[in-house]
């Protein structure tokens, strides 16, 4: 297994995979603070394509063959296990054959044949909980990936939407998703999202992560999902919400220090 519940699982990376500057900025970023912190388990992150954009005008990303491209320098030149999105059935072979972990987006949560088809990879599948869910409709969405016999299975709480531009976190999400028999994972960085409260793309609230990602892990939570980029101001997406490079180790070693008190 993947996941060891000796080491806090950390799920980190851009938002979109961009280009290799990005990517190696990142990954070299996240190694030198792996090695501080032993107790920290990596899994490198980056989306191919931004699906669910806003606005037709928003930036996709680096599509499928650049983006496996990138992910498989990051596996081979750093030696982080990686992860990725995928959003159509036709994806899941050849994300399978580069990724360590297929993620499902919360969007597409209760998409039955997707959920299989990752199931049926071999891989890792961390599916995100549906902003339409409540933290219990999840026992059915890892039901589904169990009796499509997933290799091993990952739930995400990315926050809950009631409309207006908004997301809200309910801390109660972990211990209820716990009794599912699988890890819980806070997804920090897009539960501060403001979805489309930007003019045609999503704003959000960095400055919230650091208290989500503390009290997600007082309540049980057993790993953080966090995007990071060098130069959030100028990123393709998600800016307003991901952790500026340069502020992703001290943040994960208050983390690590509530994650260790709370065991």
Same mark, same amino acid.
């Given at each position: 297994? *993947?996941?060891?519940?000796?080491?806090? *699982?950390?799920?980190?990376?851009?938002?979109?995979? @961009?280009?290799e500057?990005?990517?190696?900025?990142?990954? @070299?970023?996240l190694?030198?603070i792996? !090695?501080?912190?032993?107790?920290?388990?990596?899994?490198?992150?980056?989306?191919?394509?931004?699906?669910?954009?806003?606005s037709? +005008?928003g930036?996709?990303?680096?599509?499928?063959?650049? =983006?496996?491209?990138?992910?498989?320098?990051?596996k081979?030149?750093?030696?982080? %296990?990686?992860?990725?999105?995928?959003?159509e +059935?036709?994806?899941?072979? %050849?994300?399978?054959?580069v990724?360590?972990?297929?993620q499902i987006?919360a969007?597409?949560?209760r998409?039955?044949? *997707?959920?299989?088809? /990752?199931?049926? #990879?071999? +891989?890792?599948?961390?599916?995100? !909980?549906? &902003?339409?869910l409540?933290?219990?409709?999840?026992?059915?969405?890892?039901?589904?990936?169990?009796?499509?016999?997933?290799? @091993?299975?990952? &739930?995400? @709480?990315?926050g809950?939407?009631?409309?207006?531009?908004?997301?809200?976190?309910d801390m109660?999400?972990?211990?209820?998703?716990?009794?599912?028999?699988? %890890?819980?994972?806070?997804? /920090?960085?897009?539960?501060?999202?403001?979805p489309?409260?930007a003019? =045609?793309?999503?704003?959000?609230?960095?400055e919230?992560?650091?208290?989500?990602?503390?009290?997600? *892990?007082? /309540?049980?939570?057993?790993?953080?999902f966090l995007?990071?980029?060098?130069?959030?101001?100028?990123?393709? #997406?998600?800016?307003?919400?991901?952790?500026?490079?340069?502020?992703?180790?001290?943040?994960?070693?208050?983390?690590? /220090?509530?994650?260790k008190?709370? +065991?």
């Amino acid at each position: 297994m *993947l996941f060891d519940p000796k080491r806090l *699982l950390i799920i980190a990376g851009p938002c979109s995979l @961009e280009n290799e500057g990005v990517c190696r900025t990142v990954a @070299e970023t996240l190694t030198k603070i792996a !090695k501080k912190h032993k107790e920290l388990n990596f899994v490198f992150k980056g989306s191919f394509d931004k699906a669910n954009r806003t606005s037709a +005008r928003g930036a996709r990303g680096t599509g499928l063959e650049s =983006g496996l491209a990138l992910l498989a320098m990051v596996k081979r030149d750093f030696g982080f %296990p990686v992860l990725t999105d995928i959003h159509e +059935r036709e994806q899941v072979k %050849p994300v399978a054959k580069v990724c360590d972990v297929l993620q499902i987006p919360a969007f597409l949560s209760r998409q039955t044949d *997707l959920l299989l088809a /990752a199931a049926a #990879s071999g +891989r890792i599948v961390n599916v995100k !909980k549906g &902003q339409f869910l409540s933290p219990l409709e999840m026992a059915f969405v890892t039901g589904k990936l169990r009796e499509g016999k997933a290799k @091993e299975i990952w &739930q995400t @709480e990315r926050g809950t939407t009631f409309g207006y531009n908004n997301l809200v976190v309910d801390m109660r999400s972990f211990p209820i998703m716990r009794e599912n028999g699988y %890890p819980t994972i806070l997804d /920090a960085t897009h539960s501060v999202q403001l979805p489309g409260a930007a003019g =045609g793309k999503s704003g959000g609230q960095r400055e919230f992560v650091p208290p989500l990602a503390k009290a997600a *892990l007082a /309540a049980g939570a057993d790993g953080l999902f966090l995007e990071t980029h060098p130069d959030p101001a100028n990123a393709i #997406s998600d800016g307003p919400n991901m952790i500026p490079l340069d502020e992703l180790g001290a943040l994960l070693a208050s983390c690590l /220090a509530v994650w260790k008190a709370v +065991r």
